[in-house]
């Protein structure tokens, strides 16, 4: 597309494909999505292909074997040729993205043959945008990207050519499922359920050929709000024939709809609770609505007091999730998902694991993490987030499965994409959308090998130096990242509404829930069961017990867990005082030693997405410096203990 960066699909990617001979046999709407993909890189580099062509030499054939909904497919290779069944549509599509994505490779020696399923069945995608502009939140809400993808001037968009491009980059990495407008759900979005469910209609055609379905973001009070019913009361009659009757017109609309995201009793959104409730009573009649058609409701589990006393010592945010939802455990109905979030707070550099996930065992459970970068430097730093994301879906929240498989219900994230023409406003933060894709296809794999995946299909034929500088530069940045922002677990220390930049006591004193309690003499939040907030013994062993200690607790969570002098000594040998000092100064380091890295590259990047790379980490090495100068100002006046090495605090 004109203007618009390729992205992980630039053309060159399909001269292995577009050079060569190609056979694909079978029929339906992914079959010909398949089709034209390969057309196209023939029509470019000169190769053929023919749609259940006569018996030929051909180098590469996929076979579409059944009429299925699969999503798995075999590819193998021997005498000569390459060869991609599936019994599926969606599997020939994947199938076809898995050769591009082996190259040149996908030709050369021979391949037994190999199964190649998704683990999870939901790989989804949540945008949070407004179809209105909203007044404090923007066009859409946490994005750096800028404006929607799918929403200009208040409609769906009427070329629709961007969303069908960015369905194909999102099928590229395994994504088949798209939540279309903000979970926070205002007076305009609230009609796309009912009078305006034609613009989603329209998305959810652009989106189709790469196998991706809509979702919307529903209000619980859609029935007052739209139906004009005096009650949203899940247990009442006419409530219930209301949802039912608006999800069968949702499916005249769109036959593969894919179900309805909530957010509900949280920050302000309705819900069940105003009617004396549960949430999994509010659940299942969303859920029984879209039972009959094959729809998922995806319930948040983001549910907490923001309203609460920052005097009040024993109200913990971080506890509230498993407080509200464990009890509920087995009453869900099997169609309704529970979304958690990774981490018990609200996408900090670093959390614990939420001990919901693996405390449900009777329940669908989806996993949420956020590719836009709300906490992590806003697509204006750089910071990619496999390694987070894998520790998070590796972990065992007790002997046995790790999250990656208990996410039975999927893996889902926070959209980073916007209008922008790189796609995510920081072109290296497209990383981080692949990532997320690939993960979701198979939760264990290595995020480094992703990376590099993501680096030989991003700039194709790139040179060793650039392979090398690009891993530089990406590899170790959220470690840089939690470096010189908030210390150890303890989060948040972020300007208030906006969230960028350093405010050590920005939310202190607030009612959100997130504070770090540092004084003279110590940091940290004390939530073990022994003197605390409890929150440690919401997890199985053996973690109730690791993290119950100071002495056990792993250094990088301490302050999470526990209030400890500045005196303390960390596992790493250092003071926390002094580990806080140190790591402010190496953060802020590193990011001057990857922006060198980058500048080194010019020669080997094309000059606009160099240069906006080179601008953004301008701003990086600015706001880290601020950050560094921030917190160690900050606590070195609290604490009044001086860096063991003499360096500049202020
Ligand atoms: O991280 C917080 C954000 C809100 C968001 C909320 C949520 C959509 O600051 O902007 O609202 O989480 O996840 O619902």
Known sequence: ????????????????????????????????????????????????VSFDGPAGPYDLVLELTGDGSSEAFTFERGDGRTTVTASGGPGLLYGLFHVVRLGEAAFRGSYEREEHRPELALRMLDHWDNVAVHP??????????????????????????????????????????????????????????TDRIGEVADIAGALRPYGIRAHLSVTFAAPVVLGGLETADPLDAGVREWWAEATARVYEAIPDFGGYVVKADSEGQPGPFAYGHSHADGANALAAALAPHGGIVHWRAFVYNHRQDWRDRRTDRARAAYDHFVPLDGEFASNAVLQVKHGPMDFQVREPVSPLIGAMPRTRLAVELQATQEYTGQQRHVCWLGPMWSGALRFRPEEGSPVGELARGGLVAVSNVGDDPFWTGHPLAQANLYTFGRLAWQPDADPDAVLDEWIRLTFPDAPQRLITGLHAVLDGSWATYEKYTAPLGVGFMVQPGHHYGPSVDGYEYSPWGTYHFADRDGIGVDRSVASGTGYAGQYAKPWAEVYESSETCPDELLLFFHHVPYGHVLKSGKTVIQHIYDTHFEGVAEVEEAREVWASLTDLVDPARHARVAERYEEQLRSAREWRDQINSYFLRKSGVPDAHGRRIY
């Open 1 to 48: 597309m004109q203007g618009v960066d390729p992205a992980w699909l630039p053309d060159e990617a399909y001269r292995p494909i577009g050079t060569r001979r190609t056979l694909i046999r079978g029929s339906g709407p992914l079959v010909e999505t398949v089709h034209g993909e390969v057309t196209q890189a023939c029509v470019r580099f000169g190769g053929s």
């Open 136 to 193: 404090v939140m923007g066009q859409v809400e946490r994005g750096y990207a800028g404006g929607s993808l799918f929403w200009q001037d208040e409609r769906a968009r009427g070329d629709l050519e961007r969303v069908r491009a960015y369905g194909r980059l999102l099928a590229a990495c395994g994504i088949n499922a798209v939540a279309v407008n903000n979970v926070n759900v205002h007076g305009t979005e609230a009609r796309l359920l």
